[in-house]
């Protein structure tokens, strides 16, 4: 069996070896067992259930909370050739749904949002086929003690069979207790066996510098990605601001492009391609950039602001050092960044007048429309009030959204907290998984004393700014030994 | 610099005749009856459909700068027109060979399968099958997919002829050196990235709307080219449905189809339950597109082609202030008179 594991390994993935507990975890699997498995973000979760997929006869069923997660794994499962993997999601034409359903056997792979999972047509499918998996991606999002809390999530357990169902497999980067027994229970695991890796990710080393100005921040950044390498990302707040320092940084000879969801579909699309072939050396993006972005030799992360949680940042800032060398992860603030994120994650956020006013204008048989044609209410307004006004009284919605303002502010309170006081930051961010950390790197952080010479190399000679090249060129470029 | 001179362009045109929003109705391409007269009346069928997504929001900010620089002013009606020192900027405003009428934004569609068909073939013939559409859309991705199936696309013949056609059109004689770098640096394929908007608009200095409007131009000169070269037969199939076939919105071709079927005016209104100046606006557009169609039908007088003249003595093409000088008619006369007389009006001259 063993050996069959490392073949497939091989000769689907392209891989010598396992990373670390994906060996464990898969074994589990195979053995029928239900499986809790906590691994730190990026480091190779669903390969313990892909390759499982080709071991086992029936279909792999796979729940995923977050959509674009989801666009981004059938992606990577299309990349490797794979047909049979689909996605069923709110983007399918209910004509479209109908006709991937009726022909659901032949995937191996079938990706579900948890709100599928709960329509009758989809249940009556599934509990009619064979499966030989089912695997709960993001499963902290069934807690609700979980950072990311998905009420939809939860009902996942209601639709699971009692008798005979197929083995679950839970995926996870929080290892709260309190977590991994709400994971337990929703879905009726039968005393899971647990997987737990270290969320610590030793390679990353952590710094906080304290800037004085906007100016001095940007003199500060270009300093860092001067004098040290790349690859790397800078994550910034907003989309003006991404392209603002792509702008900068290239009149500066770097070679960087902006990333932001506000480019076209195509546009996005080549940055990554280009940060991936070493085109560029850095990207400047919103928090939109990295999902789908495979580049195992980012060596640095740079933020210019507090991200709006700790899971944010473990998020991003995860995104280096993937093949294992010392890579550097910089924030540089102000003390005034944390009101400036705060107004961030908050201004688009609806307020109590909001919620009178949307119920007012909506019985007086306004739609939501108008409101924001009239510029009363902002679409983000609209979204959120539309469906809680279904759903609770507005004395419920009112202090709902209240406690959830608070717990964004303490979400971005927590960050700078921990960016910023003088305990080591590595200690904290495993603390906030539920994790206490057994041993610490030399240059592990900038608390606990940091040389950055020793991490990543000095910057190389800049190679020249792209340059466009002449057409004839780019089409044999295209089409080579033509 | 140059979007702006084509909002100058139309702002003179108009000659005061039209609000501010007109422009933007029409590089959005409307199709409502009094956008579709003014592309024929005022000339404006290279604009039409330029930008099918323009938000009002970047318009507006385009014309805000451009009466901060004094270039236009825009009265409390909303009426826009044209200072000397804009008339001075429009005096340096390239000829572009566009041509929105034709194409109808449907040029994209084009350039999405000619840049996945690249892609594919780039990477079939680096042998290397594994890689992620650069076009996400399903139908462009099915359409390429069929396309391809036509052809025995793996082979290396097929794509010597592709590469070939590619090279040839990319000798269009009316492409420019910027059309050149803009098209070839949108186009990706094995181990070779496509350019961003914003990468092209700082290495080549120009600001990045104006390089769209290089960019649909480009694609209009090469679907040109495609429609007359016959050694582009693997292309040719390629513009499939872009063109228009007629230039009618949909629900003046039922008008049309109940008209060649021999249904009068009325009838037509009451079988297809439309009000009459909706009927109407159908045949003005068939009267401004359908060189078959006669308006002699709604001048029982006979005397069309004479008043056709003395409208075109006349410098407007404002309903009212024609109402005025020909009371006799009906402002549906009038408009069909003004849409059958439109052709000549659509010349080069700024």
Redesign the interface.
Known sequence: MTENLFKVLHDKFGYQSFREGQQEIIQSILNKEDVIAILPTGMGKSLCYQLPGYLLPHTILIVSPLLSLMQDQVEQLKKMGEKRVVAFNSFLTPVEKQQLLQQIEFYKFVFLSPEMLMQDQVKAKLQSMKISLIVADEAHCISQWGYDFRPDYLRVGEWLPKENRPPILALTATATEDVMNDIGNQLKMKQPTQHIQSLDRPNIRYAAVEVTSADNRFELMLKQIEEYSGPGIIYTQSRKKANDYAKKLSEKGIRIAAYHAGMEQVDRMFVQQQFLQNEIEWVCATNAFGMGVHKEDVRQVIHDHFPSSMANYAQEVGRAGRDGADSLATLFYTENDENLSIFVATNDFPEEFHVKLFDEESKRGMNANQLVEQGLLTENHVRILSYWSQRKTIDDTISMLQRLKQQKMQQIHQVKEILTNLICIRQQIVQVFGQELSERPTNCCSKCGLSIDELVNSSNERSKQMILRPWAERLSLLFPSN | MLFQQIILHMVKRLNGERTISAPLHLMRGKRSGQTIQDVKSYGFTKYFSLFPKLSKKTYDQSIQQMIDLGYITVNVNLIPRTTELGLSVLQNMPNLRLNGWLYRGNERIFFQRL?LV?QT??HI??KS????P???DEKIQKWVRHYLKGFSYQSQEF??SF?QE??TV?QSANLSDLH??L??????????????????S???NEEEIDLHIRFTECIHIILDEISTNSNLALLFQMSEGIKTSTPLTESAKKTANLYQQGYTFEQISALRQLKTSTIEDHFVEMAMNEPSFSIQLFFPEGNSDSLIRQIGHHQTKKLRTLKEAFPDYSYFQLRLLLAAGGESNDGESV
């Open positions: 840049s690249t073939l780039s013939h680096a099958m594994s890689f992620v650069v076009q996400k794509i010597q590469y590619l090279t990319f050149l770098s098209l070839s640096h949108r186009l990706s394929g094995f181990e070779v990235s496509g350019v961003t908007w914003q990468q092209l700082h290495a080549l």
